[in-house]
């Protein structure tokens, strides 16, 4: 797995994906951070299903400051030893991130959960921690849903992978 762009474009993630994880295909993530912007300096980022890293390491690599979730112990371990190896800005967190509260707001918030995890346990949990873009990728055939304080602003298509962009509604306080 390769970054695709910022500062550490071109540099392998130093290990193998984590088990069971489904790391976003770099053609997406191109697409991904060619929506949101290129350059995230300044920027406070949450990846909140940190899989492989790769998500939460291009942001970094685009100057974000990025907190991480993950709820596999093995996976957090290898995404902190990634960052460090690579000296990308990453804080990881273990825990269950529909759970867990992580410090905020956020400007993006980045969610790949695991495909069989239901969308509606999956988006409300940080919709009070966004101030900027919220964006959910997911199989093609799963509908996004619609969450209170976020409104959906567009789905992209890339094969059987999905993005959906949401943003905080107005009036909710941000």
């Given at each position: 797995m390769?970054?695709?762009?910022?500062?550490?474009?071109?540099?392998h993630?130093?290990?193998?994906?984590p088990?069971?994880?489904?790391?976003?295909?770099?053609?997406?993530r191109?697409?991904?951070?060619?929506?949101?912007?290129?350059?995230?300096?300044?920027q406070?980022?949450l990846d909140?299903?940190?899989?492989?890293?790769?998500?939460?390491?291009?942001?970094a690599?685009?100057?974000a400051?990025?907190?991480?979730i993950?709820?596999?112990r093995?996976?957090?371990?290898?995404?902190?030893?990634?960052g460090e190896h690579l000296?990308?800005?990453?804080?990881?967190l273990?825990?269950?991130?529909?759970?867990?509260?992580p410090?905020?707001?956020?400007?993006?918030?980045?969610?790949?959960?695991p495909y069989?995890?239901?969308?509606?346990?999956?988006?409300?949990?940080?919709?009070?921690?966004?101030?900027?873009?919220?964006?959910?990728?997911?199989?093609?055939?799963?509908?996004?849903?619609?969450v209170a304080?976020?409104?959906?602003?567009?789905?992209?298509?890339?094969?059987?992978?999905?993005?959906?962009?949401?943003?905080p509604s107005?009036?909710?306080?941000?």
């Amino acid at each position: 797995m390769r970054i695709t762009g910022g500062r550490l474009r071109g540099r392998h993630l130093p290990h193998a994906v984590p088990k069971g994880a489904r790391p976003t295909s770099a053609r997406v993530r191109e697409a991904l951070f060619n929506i949101v912007g290129q350059n995230l300096a300044g920027q406070t980022v949450l990846d909140g299903f940190g899989g492989s890293g790769m998500l939460a390491l291009e942001a970094a690599s685009r100057g974000a400051e990025v907190v991480v979730i993950e709820r596999n112990r093995a996976a957090a371990r290898l995404i902190r030893l990634a960052g460090e190896h690579l000296d990308a800005n990453l804080t990881v967190l273990v825990g269950d991130s529909t759970r867990i509260a992580p410090p905020g707001p956020f400007d993006l918030v980045l969610l790949d959960p695991p495909y069989a995890e239901p969308l509606a346990s999956v988006l409300p949990p940080f919709s009070d921690k966004l101030r900027g873009t919220l964006v959910l990728e997911h199989a093609y055939r799963v509908e996004p849903i619609e969450v209170a304080n976020l409104v959906l602003k567009q789905t992209r298509r890339y094969g059987d992978t999905a993005l959906s962009f949401y943003r905080p509604s107005v009036g909710s306080g941000r």
